[in-house]
């Protein structure tokens, strides 16, 4: 993880996975397999959004995206993937390879006894989700911060799951709808469609500043 040990280890509790997790804020794990050319992961150095939601939080060298990659003891390459950041997967946030398929892409390597190939990098896996739009991106992060300003779902700013905020953050926005929609019909409506412009004028610069925080790579590359 980009994050520091203590980050890493709250993350372990709250995902409970049967395997150690370990913090790399200096990237030197990365750095160790891009050296030994087994996998180059994108970085993202556009942390201010997330830092400044959040102090506690530090990437010295910004955050590398998330990735896959499975060796032998002989280092021989078995599985290897990398997250290709975009805008259609929340810049590199969702859309994981399901761990049964990468589970059957390793059983496949191992089997294969007479070969010294590394595995290719796989460019097409079984996604275990699928982004979101990034209107509707933009509209969970407001929400979640009470439609005052955008709040990441980060571990360190709540003590309920990023899934249980997710879904939080998603119940809040019918709700404001329908109190835009009844002061639109209660009160006059010129006071209301001036608050909405004011309102839309002042998302704007939010709006772009999400946007430009979000890493997006226009063409996946290969190995």
Wanted: hydrophobic share 40%.
């Amino acid at each position: 993880m980009s994050e520091p040990q203590r980050l890493a280890d709250a993350a372990k509790s709250e995902w409970e996975p049967n395997f150690e997790t370990v913090g790399d804020p200096h990237q030197e794990i990365a750095e160790q397999c891009k050296e030994r050319g087994w996998l180059e992961l994108f970085v993202n150095r556009k942390t201010a959004f997330i830092t400044n939601t959040d102090e506690r939080l530090s990437h010295p060298k910004g955050y590398f995206q998330p990735g896959v990659l499975g060796i032998d003891s002989n280092k021989r390459i078995l599985y290897r993937w990398r997250s290709v950041p975009t805008r259609a997967n929340i810049g590199g946030a969702s859309e994981r390879p399901t761990a049964s398929y990468v589970y059957t892409k390793l059983a496949e390597s191992l089997e294969q006894t007479d070969s010294n190939m590394d595995a290719l990098l796989d460019n097409e896996p079984e996604l275990d989700s699928k982004g979101r739009p990034f209107p509707v991106f933009v509209a969970l992060l407001i929400s979640n911060g009470w439609f005052i300003r955008p709040v990441p779902f980060l571990l360190t700013n709540s003590n309920l799951s990023a899934l249980q905020r997710l879904k939080r953050a998603a119940r809040r926005i019918p709700v404001f709808l329908a109190l835009w929609i009844a002061a639109f019909l209660i009160l006059p409506t010129n006071w209301v469609a001036t608050a909405a412009i004011a309102y839309g004028i002042w998302l704007i610069p939010i709006v772009i500043m999400i946007r430009k925080g979000l890493q997006h790579i226009g063409e996946p590359e290969t190995n």
